[in-house]
């Protein structure tokens, strides 16, 4: 049973860093695409960024690319959010997913597996 779990949300200030992990299990990820969503309060699940097995990524907007950088282990089966610079609205359940293919997207339907989600919380 393939299952996600990601750690690493919490309540910071504004200006702050984060990093979120998602620990994958029951398959071997290595070869396959992994991405983040977030979802706000009252708003539909966003794609954040995504990577494939080599290391391509892809980010929402340039904005996310100079402030988010996503990273894999494939040793370890774990991809990682770095957040810097966190604004308010970052705020938001960040969810990571895990995709039968090799290919990074930005659409939700392209992953298969999600995680329970890991709240981050941006105070100003």
């Known amino acids: 049973q393939v299952q996600l779990v990601e750690s690493g949300g919490g309540l910071v200030q504004a200006g702050g860093s984060l990093r979120l992990s998602c620990a994958a299990s029951?398959?071997?990820?290595?070869?396959?695409?992994m991405g983040w969503f977030r979802q706000a309060p009252g708003k539909e699940r966003e794609f954040v960024a995504a990577?494939?097995?080599?290391?391509?990524?892809?980010y929402s907007t340039d904005s996310v690319k100079g402030q988010f950088t996503i990273s894999r282990d494939n040793a370890k089966n774990t991809v990682y959010l770095q957040m810097n610079s966190l604004k308010p609205e970052d705020t938001a359940v960040y969810y990571c997913a895990a995709s039968d293919y090799d290919v990074a997207s930005q659409w939700a339907y392209s992953y298969a597996y999600w995680g329970q989600g890991t709240q981050v919380t941006v105070s100003s």
């Open positions: 990577i494939n097995w080599s290391g391509f990524r892809l």
């Open positions: 029951g398959r071997t990820f290595s070869s396959y695409a």
